[in-house]
Nanobody, 112 residues
Framework: QVQLVESGGGLVQAGGSLRLSCAASGFSFRSNAMDWYRQAPGKQREWVARITSGGSANYVDSVKGRFTISRDNAKNTLNLQMNSLKPEDTAVYYC??????WGRGTQVTVSS
């Protein structure tokens, strides 16, 4: 049974940093690409970043240079380091494998 559990969200001032984690279990984590998405109030869910099984990363333009996705295959953990946070980054952040299995999300709130 695939399980994804996000953590690390919180309230931070603009310009601050947060590090999100996603603990994965129930599938071969090291063999799968992983994604972070986010959903702001009243908006559709938005893709944020992807990391392939080989470690290659891609980002939505709005977070390039500020967010870094990484993975620890030994710990079955996906991470998202978020720096220089902006109020528009406020959202619930989700990790997913294949866009099929999703965690419950972690709330990130950036105050101005």
């Amino acid at each position: 049974q695939v399980q994804l559990v996000e953590s690390g969200g919180g309230l931070v001032q603009a310009g601050g940093s947060l590090r999100l984690s996603c603990a994965a279990s129930g599938f071969s984590f090291r063999s799968n690409a992983m994604d972070w998405y986010r959903q702001a109030p009243g908006k559709q869910r938005e893709w944020v970043a992807r990391i392939t099984s080989g470690g290659s990363a891609n980002y939505v333009d709005s977070v390039k240079g500020r967010f870094t996705i990484s993975r620890d295959n030994a710990k079955n953990t996906l991470n998202l380091q978020m720096n220089s946070l902006k109020p528009e980054d406020t959202a619930v952040y989700y990790c997913t494998v294949g866009g099929i299995n999703w965690g419950r999300g972690t709330q990130v709130t950036v105050s101005s």
